[in-house]
């Protein structure tokens, strides 16, 4: 590992599920469902991993994008272009509104920042460079334009302080930062050029690491807040998607993968690992709305 901060410790890896997903991806961990969810995204399913380890899947749309819970109680999904809304943890989610119309852009990866709004990626079904967006969607459902002219907008999280913010554009190899003033993301730069697979899901820990699934390359990397490696995660399949800190002590790094478009079978493919780590997450943030 680099030099510039202290390296983290990490576990023996575990399959967690069988391969049952397509395109596994958004993992939250959340007390107020009980544990972990992600989703099975072209599928526009969601998945919740229950205590005696079975997956229990809901189908949501075409698309399931991402998910968070909400401060008043249940969960947000978003779908194919829109949000959908539950009221309690185990209730189905019923259609808020449409962000768009145009049937050739969907939802991609999202997040919550910390004043409760959500972050919504897009990415056009042909990859267009230019095409996507990240949108912010307040509690009353008021949108705006975060980020304009990406091409896969992909991970994006906050560091403890609320001072910066991590975000993945696939297609530029990099993760960025923003430095967030007043609630708004400005000053971006970039943070790691990535030299190995493509920048994906996210997640950024209680310490300030960031933590970046590389799809195609079939790794997880744990960069400080200075760019340094602190630890590596490798997984038996390419198309690592996504990842998340969750667990009662916020120390099992939950992992999603995918089998999208692959030519040659990967047994494990489309299956959720989890590893043990010597560092806490964040509690995940809720949706205001």
């Given amino acids: 590992?680099?030099?510039?901060?202290?390296?983290?410790?990490?576990?023996?890896?575990?399959?967690?599920?069988?391969?049952?997903?397509?395109?596994?991806?958004?993992?939250?961990?959340?007390?107020?469902?009980?544990?972990?969810?992600?989703?099975?995204?072209?599928?526009?399913d969601v998945l919740t991993l229950t205590a005696d380890g079975s997956v229990a899947r809901v189908h949501v749309g075409d698309v399931a994008a991402f998910l968070r819970p909400r401060t008043r109680g249940g969960w947000v999904v978003a779908t194919e272009r829109g949000l959908s809304l539950a009221d309690e943890p185990d209730g189905?989610?019923?259609?808020?509104?449409?962000?768009?119309?145009?049937?050739?852009?969907?939802?991609?990866?999202?997040?919550?920042?910390?004043?409760?709004?959500?972050?919504?990626?897009?990415?056009?079904?042909?990859?267009?460079?230019?095409?996507?967006?990240?949108?912010?969607?307040?509690?009353?459902?008021?949108?705006?334009?975060?980020?304009?002219?990406?091409?896969?907008?992909?991970?994006?999280?906050?560091?403890?302080?609320?001072?910066?913010?991590?975000?993945?554009?696939?297609?530029?190899?990099?993760?960025?930062?923003?430095?967030?003033?007043?609630?708004?993301?400005?000053?971006?730069?970039?943070?790691v050029t990535h030299d190995t697979g493509h920048p994906d899901g996210l997640t950024v820990d209680s310490a300030g690491n960031v933590w970046v699934a590389l799809n195609g390359a079939g790794r997880v990397r744990c960069f400080s807040p200075a760019g340094h490696v602190l630890a590596e995660v490798e997984l038996p399949v390419r198309l690592v998607t996504a990842c998340t800190l969750g667990g009662d002590d916020l120390r099992d790094l939950y992992v999603t993968t995918s089998r999208e478009n692959l030519d040659d079978p990967e047994p494990q493919a489309g299956a959720l690992f989890r590893v043990r780590v010597s560092v806490q997450g964040q509690p995940v943030r809720a949706f205001a709305g």
């Fill in 92 to 191: 189905i989610p019923e259609p808020w509104f449409d962000l768009w119309d145009d049937p050739s852009i969907r939802m991609n990866e999202g997040g919550v920042d910390a004043e409760g709004r959500l972050w919504a990626g897009t990415m056009g079904y042909d990859r267009v460079p230019g095409s996507a967006t990240l949108y912010s969607v307040d509690a009353g459902g008021r949108v705006a334009v975060v980020v304009q002219g990406a091409t896969i907008s992909n991970g994006i999280d906050l560091s403890p302080d609320g001072r910066h913010a991590y975000y993945d554009d696939t297609p530029t190899g990099r993760t960025d930062v923003f430095d967030v003033v007043d609630g708004e993301l400005v000053n971006r730069r970039p943070f």
């Fill in 1 to 44: 590992m680099d030099a510039g901060g202290a390296a983290i410790e990490v576990g023996d890896l575990e399959q967690v599920t069988e391969a049952l997903c397509y395109h596994g991806e958004g993992p939250v961990w959340s007390p107020s469902w009980g544990g972990l969810r992600w989703v099975d995204m072209l599928a526009g």
